[in-house]
């Protein structure tokens, strides 16, 4: 169970809910946010909105074209993505495209896990027939979005989770909770509130660790729950501890995957993210081999 037993401290939780830099939401990205809602704009619209801003352009265009939407040959324009991919998703991806700036700042490892769990969570997605699998995609991309607060804003706190981590058995979320009463889901839940997140990414953001909680997404949950700790066993980049944690029997039953479906799950995913820009699945000397726990 990843939420907290004990009520974060008001303080704490102000500080939090009002950081403005974790993204800066710059204006044209709520902008964006807000346009995707309405029935009357149009796709050329919000992609011309979104070409206001150079760097989120560039931003945008690389997440599209990368593995994990699956699109076929390059996608150059936004008003194109726009059309491929639906308002939702493009709100995802630029949504993405503004959180995950911060990890240019080095927390690679963050962003690596979060990519491969993207890929997964796109694959099991389509596997399932899941309508708008693009989307499950992006819930994969941002489900940690609650760890990226720690380190970049409270570096001396973050330093104290990773030495309890590195000295005992504790996940990330249990050495999270041991020192700040609350865990990354708990950040993610206050950041997805403030940024007006539907629950298709809401629910798997604070639930992916336990998603027996979701009510209104909850195969979605479930998906980016599995997709999570197959990435984790794989080793595919660093969600912040070593260990691998159990498949959650509900999840499990919901998505209804036999052993062999999911051993064809299993190698769809290998083969999508040697595709993934400067990464090969195959090279596991690079990322080590996680531990399993119980």
């Known amino acids: ?150 380190p970049v804003k409270m570096p001396e706190t973050h330093r104290e989770i990773c030495n309890l981590i590195q000295s005992t058995t504790l996940s990330i979320g249990e050495a999270e909770r041991q020192i700040l009463d609350f865990d990354h889901t708990r950040i993610g839940m206050w950041l997805a509130d403030e940024w007006n997140f539907p629950p298709n990414l809401t629910e798997p953001i604070v639930y992916h660790h336990s998603p027996a909680l979701a009510k209104e997404a909850r195969i979605q949950t479930a998906i980016v729950h599995l997709a999570d700790i197959l990435i984790r066993a794989k080793g595919f980049g660093f969600g912040g501890d070593p260990w691998v944690p159990e498949i959650d029997r509900e999840a499990w039953n919901l998505l209804g995957f036999s052993m062999k479906e999911l051993e064809e799950v299993v190698f769809r995913i290998s083969e999508e993210l040697i595709n993934v820009e400067g990464v090969d699945w195959r090279d596991e000397t690079s990322t080590g081999h996680p531990e399993t726990r119980s």
């Open 1 to 150: 169970m990843s939420t907290p037993t004990r009520e974060p401290s008001k303080e704490l939780q102000v500080k939090i809910r009002r950081i403005r830099g974790l993204p800066t939401l710059p204006p044209v990205v709520r902008k964006i946010s807000d346009m995707v809602r309405s029935e009357k704009v149009s796709a050329e619209k919000i992609g011309k909105t979104i070409g206001q801003d150079y760097a989120l352009t560039a931003k945008v265009l690389r997440l599209v074209n990368s593995a994990f939407y699956g699109l076929g040959g390059r996608v150059s324009s936004v008003t194109s993505a726009v059309v491929l991919l639906g308002f939702n998703v493009v709100r995802g991806v630029v949504l993405s495209a503004s959180v995950f700036e911060l990890m240019d700042q080095g927390i690679v490892g963050l962003w690596e896990h979060s990519l491969g769990t993207a890929v997964a969570s796109g694959v099991i997605a389509k596997a399932l027939y899941v309508p708008e699998p693009e989307e499950v995609s992006v819930a994969g991309l941002l489900h940690d979005i609650g760890k990226v607060v720690v």
